[in-house]
């Protein structure tokens, strides 16, 4: 896997969750995957995720967006991380944060995901 081709499924995976397709997130993940959310879920294996991402989005939430501000890769070790902001609508609440994903990959598949969150707002404690 090249850089450009783990721009593609990380952008694919996130795209599936706002447009809420199934077939494109099953495409992406590899049936040995394991997602830690940053809320401290961990959704391992082909029938979790695929119930996870059914569920979710069966339940009247919606990813609002998932919009990705930079990509770093490393083909030696097959990995990218991703800067992003998310925004969606979960239990009739809205929520949004700045966040981070540190991605594995194997067989042109998404085989790892971990997320970590970073408050949206920020401040700057030594401006002058």
């Not at 294996?45 to 979710?56: A, D, I, T, V």
């Not at 609440?93 to 981070?100: A, Q, R, T």
Request: glycine share 6%; proline share 1%.
């Amino acid at each position: 896997m090249n850089r450009e081709e783990a721009k593609d499924l990380i952008t694919r995976y996130f795209r599936a969750w706002v447009d809420k397709d199934f077939a494109l997130f099953a495409g992406t993940v590899h049936d040995e995957a394991v997602v830690r959310e940053c809320t401290g879920a961990v959704i391992e294996g082909k029938e979790q995720l695929h119930r996870w991402f059914r569920e979710w989005n069966g339940q009247g939430n919606d990813v609002l967006y998932w919009h990705i501000h930079r990509i770093g890769y490393d083909e030696e070790q097959q990995s990218a991380f991703v800067e992003w902001t998310f925004k969606c609508r979960y239990e009739g609440k809205e929520y949004e944060w700045d966040g981070c994903s540190s991605v594995w990959f194997r067989d042109f598949r998404i085989c790892e995901l971990n997320e970590y969150e970073m408050k949206r707002e920020k401040h700057y404690p030594y401006e002058a």
